[in-house]
């Protein structure tokens, strides 16, 4: 299968840039487009078969559900059968943006959709492209991040590109994503409102409507140890994970810029390809290595925006090791760390 990236100008949007994209959705196959958050891989929702080639395409697992995203709130009792007043707080404060939230299923969600879940993720993407989309197909769109599986999601169409083609007919290619790392997700179902999944919506923002959510207690829990963790826990938890072995060292900045650079020159001694994940603040701490930069300390925003972008570097340039720098764990550092450790096989050192 031929896969065309379709370029759209998200400044002089028109309903006709995405008329070809809503016809193929309408038709059950898939379309690639980008969100605020990261590019997702779309298909019609209530088409279980428009699920399956999701899951075919990406090579992910079939039991691992998906996001249905929505282009207005009128949409929430056609997909879910109850919904509670903190869904509705919810949707009024974060939506269009990058919220998700997982609601019990109506009947006519599928378990293709859903991984065969009594539930469903809801998202109301706030990009523009995304937003044309939904609207233009009338399909209420199941999307993951449209990478292969594994692979950190993709914030650009190239990345996109890179992993799905030939296996999809098109991507509609905006540039590049504003926010970098995927959607908070919240899970209503519960007694307690619970985040799954860290994102650009932090916790403190959804206690302020929502004062009693709680982390998902698997978010938090970390495995840690003095020497080079060995055993992480299990392979499930890699996710966005590059080729090379990535370890994360944290603690005092200067001491673990220096301890990076000893475990680094150790690995080059051994004829080993090898790159540091580093800091605007530390990158000129290193000497004679091969340092990616993914953004400033001080602005934990561009350090989101540019983790994928730079875990994939690594991979084009054939680093077997790469040795990363901790970030500070509030507000979207939250987020950036989940994905870090999870990228690293919870590979962490505590220097
Ligand atoms: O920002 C995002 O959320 C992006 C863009 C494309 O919208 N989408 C995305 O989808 O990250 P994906 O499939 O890569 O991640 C969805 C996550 C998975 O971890 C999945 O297990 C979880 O949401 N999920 C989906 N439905 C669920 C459900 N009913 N219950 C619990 N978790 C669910
Ligand atoms: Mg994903």
Redesign the pocket.
Known sequence: METRVIPVDREHLQKETVAEAAELLRAGELVAFP?E????LGGDALMPDAARKIYAAKGRPSD????V?IADTGALPKLASEIPDAAWLLAERFWPG?M?M?LKKKPIVPDAT??G?A???I?M?SDPVAAMLIRESGVFIA????NASGRP?PTRAEHVYEDLNGRIPMILDGGSVPIGL??T?V?LTGETPMV??P?YITIEQLREVLPDVQYDPAILKRVRDDTIVAKAPGMRYRHYAPKGELTIFEGDLAAVTARIQAEAEAKLAEGARVAVLASEETKDCYRGLTVRCVGDRDCEETVAAHLFETLREFDRMGAEYIFGECFPEDGVGQAVMNRLMKAAGYRIVRV
Not at 37 to 40: D, E, K, N, R, S
Not at 64 to 67: A, D, F, H, Q, V
């Open positions: 969100t958050t990261v590019y997702g691992n559900p998906l996001i995203h990058p998700t997982i859903t991984g879940l539930t469903v993720a998202r993407p999307a993951p991040s449209a999601s995927e959607s997700i899970d799954l999944r994102g």
